[in-house]
């Protein structure tokens, strides 16, 4: 049989290109020479944060992906909507989504052999282009099994509703199947109110056990109660759930071993810093960079502070002045144990350095997964997207982290950061047990990728699954 094409498309934004990119990687190690690895990429029309760089870089690195720029649609055909009208970012990118299929069905048909379609969660208008091609389609779900659970839950249960989420109150307390029970308020942005962007969301979170199967970026062991209830099919009640396939953690191997904050921490005492870096939309006005900093200044414990630019200043640069930043002196008199660095840091490299102690995230999935492969304690400080609902589930789920307190305004004092990096770092009970769950996960989440373990498997499975049904598409053409 010729060699098949598989074509992946993840959609727009770096947190959704970075795992799928990983998912290529591991393609090229299990396709035995019978799949070549397509990527399929469109620059977002707004906040690209990135996106055009990550590309360059990664096609650089990765010779044996063909990546293919998707020419962007006409600007009205992107929804653009009224004139000056305010526009939900969320609705906005998955118009933007459903506008590219008329590209992405040129590319498919130039490709010689595609055998499958690999879609990022917010990319599910373009099963209609699988469908009409003939294409076998799957969903690559890169938040989690109790992301997904809840995911495909969401249709059924607001159509069951006489209300919105949001006209339940926001500290209505929620419980779906295979997920720890949360408040509306923590659910995912743009679900609660039915707007636009929910009733996007809702759109394709129906439309995605359409797909042949469902590849997962976790592994079982961290996500048990998530993964039984995929698999017994209670998140979808009125149809069958598509086989799910759990084959991460996927996430980056590193190797950028030149940045200097690698060489502060080698000079640094085993497991005695905290890193805080808060992902590449993560930036705080002056008043919260203030905070922080004086709450790690009083905590007394040695820090690594990733630092962007508040969001009214525009993208940050290496050349900006943290010393305007943050509060006056603070650098010089940390300088003996405490590193601020702009605009990013080899996240990968630092989470799996000897010296890092403990992670500050913004509980993004692809920092938890390698926060979490580290084998670091988390401490959750969620800013938007799922992140929120990301927090619950490393806290009362996988017990691998504790919440950072929020007032009401989302603003956290320098009191708290102070309190939760001492308490992380210190030596109390339940501070040693969060290291000793940490350390465990980390163990497993290393068992899993390995030959012959569960992640592993479960690729050799989905793979098996794509070129029967891609031998069978060949079969009916003929």
């Known amino acids: 049989m010729a060699r098949k094409t598989v074509v992946l498309f993840p959609g727009v934004g770096v947190g959704h290109l970075a795992p799928m990119l990983e998912l290529a990687k591991a393609f090229l190690r299990h396709g035995g020479g019978a799949v070549d690895v397509a990527v399929a990429v469109v620059e977002p029309p707004v906040m690209g944060n990135g996106f055009a760089a990550t590309v360059a870089r990664t096609e650089a690195a990765n010779a044996s992906v063909a990546f293919h720029v998707l020419p962007p649609p006409p600007p009205a055909s992107g929804g653009a909507g009224e004139p000056g009208a305010e526009q939900d970012p969320l609705a906005q990118m998955v118009r933007f989504l459903r506008a590219t299929n008329a590209p992405l069905r040129d590319l498919l048909r130039s490709l010689p052999s595609v055998g499958a ?3 990022d969660m917010f990319c599910g208008d373009a099963l209609d282009v699988a469908e009409e091609l003939g294409v076998p389609a799957y969903f690559f779900f890169p938040s989690g099994a109790a992301g997904l659970a ?4 969401l249709p059924a249960r607001r159509a069951s509703m006489s209300t919105s989420f949001a006209g ?3 500290s209505t307390v929620l419980s779906f199947p295979g997920a720890p ?4 308020s923590e659910m995912a942005e743009g679900v609660s109110d039915d707007g636009e962007a929910c009733q996007a969301i809702l759109r394709i979170a129906a439309r995605m056990p359409d797909a042949r199967g469902i590849l997962i970026n976790s592994f079982e062991s961290l996500e048990p109660r998530a993964v039984r209830a995929l698999r017994d099919g209670l998140c979808v009640p009125d149809r069958p759930t598509p086989p799910v396939y759990l084959v991460g953690p996927l996430v980056s ?6 940045h200097t904050c690698l060489q502060w921490l080698d000079a640094q005492p085993d497991r005695s810093v905290v890193f805080l870096c808060f992902g590449s939309m993560g930036a705080f006005p002056r008043s919260q960079l203030a905070e922080i900093a004086v709450g790690l200044e009083r905590s007394g414990q ?8 508040p969001p009214s200043a525009g993208e940050p640069s290496d050349d900006d002045d943290l010393d305007a930043l ?3 002196g603070f650098l010089e008199r940390t300088r003996d144990r405490g590193l601020a660095v702009r605009p990013w840091a080899p996240q990968a490299d630092v989470l799996r350095h000897r010296a890092a102690g403990a992670f500050v995230t913004h509980c993004g999935w692809n920092s938890t997964l390698e926060g979490v492969a580290a084998g670091l304690p988390l401490l959750c400080w969620p800013l938007y997207a799922e992140q929120k609902m990301n927090r619950v589930r490393i806290v009362e789920d996988m017990r691998l982290g504790v919440g950072i307190a929020a007032a009401g305004d989302g603003a956290v004092s320098a009191e708290e950061v102070e309190a939760k990096v001492r308490w992380v770092m210190g ?3 339940g501070a040693r047990a969060l290291r000793e769950r940490a350390t465990a996960a980390r163990d497993s989440a290393a068992e899993a990728v390995v030959e012959g373990g569960p992640a592993d498997v479960a690729f050799v499975e989905f793979l098996k699954d794509l070129l029967e049904a891609s031998q069978d598409m060949h079969a009916q053409e003929l």
């Open 117 to 119: 379609l690999v879609l």
């Open 150 to 153: 809840v995911f495909l839950a």
């Open 168 to 170: 339940l109150g926001a």
């Open 181 to 184: 029970p949360f408040k509306v």
């Open 253 to 258: 191997p590193g190797g950028d071993k030149e």
């Open 302 to 309: 040695r820090f690594l502070w990733v630092v962007r630019s």
């Open 326 to 328: 943050l509060p006056a």
């Open 427 to 429: 030596d109390s009970d």
